[in-house]
């Protein structure tokens, strides 16, 4: 894959790429509530990062490894596994308001005897780590 591909998938959060006695790093502009070390951490910490300067709303962090064919493979998947990571959690979490309305409405509007029967059916139920669970029930009630 090439540069221009790799820069265009970290979207508008790059900032830079530079080499710097034989290191390779890569700038991103992160909202300021972004995790960044938990990810990685969770990971095995492959790559660096170094902490720049922040802002009310965002921070620059920089992510370097070895400037090498493979490490730099490897720090561009952890750089989008923390962009993909905090994009998903804040899909979940406007989600989580939409339901929650969702269910305040079906709460206002519905008697007590029927709320007692409602059910949450999941097809794929999973565990913390996103990783389907058999153990777990189908039905929460």
């Known amino acids: 894959m090439n540069l221009y591909n790799n820069i265009e998938?970290?979207?508008?959060?790059?900032?830079?790429?530079?080499s710097h006695e034989g290191l390779i790093l890569v700038d991103m502009v992160l909202p300021l509530n972004w995790e960044v070390t938990k990810v990685l951490g969770s990971r095995g910490n492959k790559i660096q990062i170094q902490k720049g300067k922040k802002s009310d709303k965002q921070k620059i962090i920089s992510f370097f490894s070895p400037f090498d064919e493979e490490n730099t493979e490897i720090l561009v998947d952890e750089v989008l596994n923390v962009v993909k990571w905090n994009k998903d959690l804040e899909y979940k979490n406007e989600l989580l308001n939409i339901k929650?309305?969702?269910?305040k409405k079906m709460f206002n509007?519905?008697?007590?005897?029927s709320l007692k029967r409602l059910n949450f059916n999941f097809n794929d139920i999973l565990d913390l780590n996103g990783q389907e669970d058999q153990d777990k029930p189908s039905v929460v009630q």
């Open 9 to 18: 998938k970290f979207g508008d959060y790059f900032n830079s790429i530079r």
């Open 109 to 113: 509007e519905n008697n007590v005897d």
């Open 100 to 103: 929650m309305l969702e269910l």
